[in-house]
């Protein structure tokens, strides 16, 4: 496996992003208002073609669905949640995703028996970003999620403020998340939350041994 391979690994799409999404087991935090939106993003990883994420947040019947979808000449990805937002935080409700890579991959789902503990990472990155914008944990803290196939990750996360970020979407102001995993502490996660729209991502940088493996960043935004 080259080096271009080894930094994708193990995720077979939405390169860095999906597998790190993290959810919470916390007490929940203080109430922040979801906005439906239409976003797309910019994933750039070296050695690889530039990639668009097209990311959607709507209401429907009561539940709020989340979808990522992604395609490039040699893989393909896609995920989506239904979920409720309740005082206790996100609850998931079903969870579907489908994967290739050079033509190997597979379809994923979750059940709401399976869901009834840990939300999915779609789900989790509302959360995630509800959290940070209303101040839900000021020092370094620990989640876990569920991630595709329904195994528990740890993560740690910690809020770093905000940053003036100059995107082909805007200029924003975005809220930063460092995230990491307590076994590989050389892998690093930054995530640029937009202030008003919970799950919307601003930029999110992947680094690993202190250096820049990837970037997603927005190019256009439509609220909905």
Same mark, same amino acid.
């Given at each position: 496996m080259n080096r271009s391979l080894r930094d994708l690994a193990p995720l077979p799409?939405?390169?860095?992003?999906? %597998?790190?999404?993290?959810?919470?087991? =916390? %007490? @929940? @935090?203080?109430? *922040?208002? #979801?906005?439906?939106?239409?976003?797309?993003?910019?994933l750039e990883v070296r050695g690889w073609?530039?990639? *668009?994420?097209?990311? =959607? #947040?709507?209401?429907?019947?009561?539940?709020? /669905?989340?979808?990522?979808?992604?395609? $490039?000449a040699v893989a393909r990805g896609n995920e989506r949640s239904r979920f409720i937002v309740t005082p206790e935080g996100?609850?998931?409700?079903?969870? @579907?995703?489908?994967?290739?890579?050079?033509?190997v991959g597979g379809n994923y789902r979750l059940g709401s028996s399976e869901l009834a503990k840990l939300?999915?990472?779609? @789900? %989790? #990155? $509302?959360? +995630?970003?509800r959290r940070a914008l209303n101040g839900g944990c000021q020092e370094s803290c620990r989640l876990t999620y569920q991630d595709h196939r329904g195994r528990e990750e740890i993560l740690d996360y =910690?809020?770093?403020? *905000?940053?003036? #970020?100059?995107?082909?979407?805007?200029?924003?102001? %975005?809220? /930063? !998340?460092?995230?990491?995993?307590?076994e590989t502490p050389e892998r690093e996660m930054l995530f640029h939350f937009h202030p008003q729209f919970p799950g919307l991502l601003l930029a !999110?940088?992947? &680094?690993?041994?202190?250096?820049?493996?990837?970037?997603? $960043?927005? *190019?256009? +935004?439509?609220? &909905?």
């Open positions: 799409l939405l390169a860095l992003l999906l %597998a790190w999404l993290p959810t919470f087991t =916390q %007490a @929940a @935090a203080p109430e *922040t208002l #979801l906005q439906p939106f239409q976003a797309n993003y910019r073609p530039n990639a *668009t994420i097209e990311h =959607q #947040l709507t209401r429907e019947s009561g539940h709020w /669905k989340s979808r990522m979808q992604a395609s $490039i996100v609850r998931s409700v079903n969870y @579907a995703s489908g994967y290739s890579l050079f033509g939300p999915d990472r779609q @789900a %989790a #990155l $509302i959360e +995630l970003s =910690q809020p770093l403020g *905000t940053e003036i #970020l100059s995107l082909p979407a805007g200029e924003f102001e %975005a809220v /930063k !998340v460092a995230v990491n995993e307590p !999110v940088d992947y &680094r690993r041994d202190g250096e820049r493996r990837s970037r997603l $960043i927005l *190019t256009s +935004l439509e609220p &909905r």
